[in-house]
């Protein structure tokens, strides 16, 4: 399995980017996708999942509302579209995948930087 994530970069306070994370190796269909992020001296967080098949979706209390989560199934990439980005949404954000019933996520992305000005 491997992930590839994409789209970070620099934008303002109050600004949109949109995350992507193109996973190949196998079928996802039975799979949960996630985002997670670590900024700087803290550890890493969870931000948002989806079951690939249900497409069923999560999102951690900090994002709800600005985040949303979505799949491409013709293109086997999951994408993570963050509006009103705020300062303290700086990091690294990394996406990530688990079979279904796995508590721990296996597979990792290398991790795309998303910078937050003020």
């Known amino acids: 399995v491997q992930l590839q994530a994409s789209g970070g970069g620099l934008v303002q306070a109050g600004g949109s980017l949109r995350l992507s994370c193109a996973a190949s190796?196998?079928?996802?269909?039975?799979?949960?996708m996630g985002w997670f992020r670590q900024a700087p001296g803290k550890e890493r967080e969870f931000v948002a999942a989806?079951?690939?098949?249900?497409?069923?979706?999560n999102y951690a209390d900090s994002v709800k509302g600005r985040f949303t989560i979505s799949r491409d199934n013709a293109k086997n990439t999951v994408y993570l579209q963050m509006n009103s980005l705020k300062p303290e949404g700086t990091a690294i954000y990394y996406c990530?995948?688990?079979?279904?019933?796995?508590?721990?996520?296996?597979?990792w992305g290398q991790g795309t930087q998303v910078t937050v000005s003020s």
């Open positions: 190796g196998r079928a996802f269909s039975d799979y949960v």
């Open positions: 989806l079951t690939w098949n249900g497409g069923s979706t």
């Open positions: 990530a995948s688990r079979r279904l019933g796995v508590v721990l996520y296996e597979f």
